[in-house]
T-cell receptor
C-alpha cells in the first residue's frame, strides 16, 4: 500500500457527462500528480500541484481541470466526456515539488460508453 | 527537451534466463527511477538511482546508472514467472519533472 488513496476505483459514465476523480496523497506529501494511461499505453502526464498551486502542466485537455485543496487532497474533473477518454487515471504524490520518487495510487478506471 | 527511450518495448523470455532492459535519455540528469506495473494495477517504485555509478539490487533485479552515457540498465537474473510485468523508467529533468519511458512489457514463460 503506497498510502495514496484514489476514489472511486471504477467509474462508468456516458459520453458528454462530467466526472470527478479524487486523490488523497500520502501523509506529509505536498505534490500531487495526475496521469492518464490508456489501454496498453504508457503514462501521459496531465498536471501537477504543489502545496495548492499548479506546478506543471502536461498534455491535459481543456475539457479537463484539476485542483488541490488546503488539506492537500486533489480532484481531477473531466467534462464533455468522449469514448477516447476511457482510461486508467492515476494520482501520485511526493514530498517535494520534484523531481523525486513518486508514489502511486491504485487508479480510477474510467469507462465512457 | 529531455526524451527517454526504453528498449526493448516488448520482451518474451524463458524462465531461468538473464536479460537487460535499457533506458536511454537525451540530456543531463542524475535522477532516475524504475517502476513496475502489473496489468491493470498501480505502479510500484523499484529503484531510485541518484548518482553516477549507482547500483541497486533487489532479488533478481539489479539497476545501474551511468550519467555520462545517459543510460540506465535493469538486469534480470535467472528470470521467474513472477517478474512478468511492465517496467518503466523515469528521469528527472531540469524543470523538476519526471519524464517517463514508454515501458517494457516483460513476459516470462515457464
Amino acid at each position: 500500500d503506497s498510502g495514496v488513496t484514489q476514489t472511486p476505483k471504477h467509474l462508468i459514465t456516458a459520453t458528454g457527462q462530467r466526472v470527478t476523480l479524487r486523490c488523497s496523497p500520502r501523509s506529509g506529501d505536498l505534490s500531487v500528480y495526475w496521469y492518464q494511461q490508456s489501454l496498453d499505453q504508457g503514462l501521459q502526464f496531465l498536471i501537477q500541484y504543489y502545496n495548492g498551486e499548479e506546478r506543471a502542466k502536461g498534455n491535459i485537455l481543456e475539457r479537463f481541470s484539476a485542483q488541490q485543496f488546503p488539506d492537500l487532497h486533489s480532484e481531477l474533473n473531466l467534462s464533455s466526456l468522449e469514448l477516447g477518454d476511457s482510461a486508467l487515471y492515476f494520482c501520485a504524490s511526493s514530498p517535494r515539488a520534484g523531481p523525486t520518487e513518486a508514489f502511486f495510487g491504485q487508479g480510477t478506471r474510467l469507462t465512457v460508453v | 527537451e529531455l526524451k527517454v527511450e526504453q528498449n526493448p518495448l516488448f520482451l518474451s523470455m524463458q524462465e531461468g534466463k538473464n536479460y537487460t532492459i535499457y533506458c536511454n535519455y537525451s540530456t543531463t540528469s542524475d535522477r532516475l527511477y524504475w517502476y513496475r506495473q502489473d496489468p491493470g494495477k498501480s505502479l510500484e517504485s523499484l529503484f531510485v538511482l541518484l548518482s553516477n555509478g549507482a547500483v541497486k539490487q533487489e532479488g533478481r533485479l539489479m539497476a545501474s546508472l551511468d550519467t555520462k552515457a545517459r543510460l540506465s540498465t535493469l538486469h534480470i537474473t535467472a528470470a521467474v514467472h513472477d517478474l512478468s510485468a511492465t517496467y518503466f523508467c523515469a528521469v528527472g529533468d531540469s524543470n523538476y519533472q519526471l519524464i517517463w519511458g514508454a515501458g517494457t512489457k516483460l513476459i516470462i514463460k515457464p
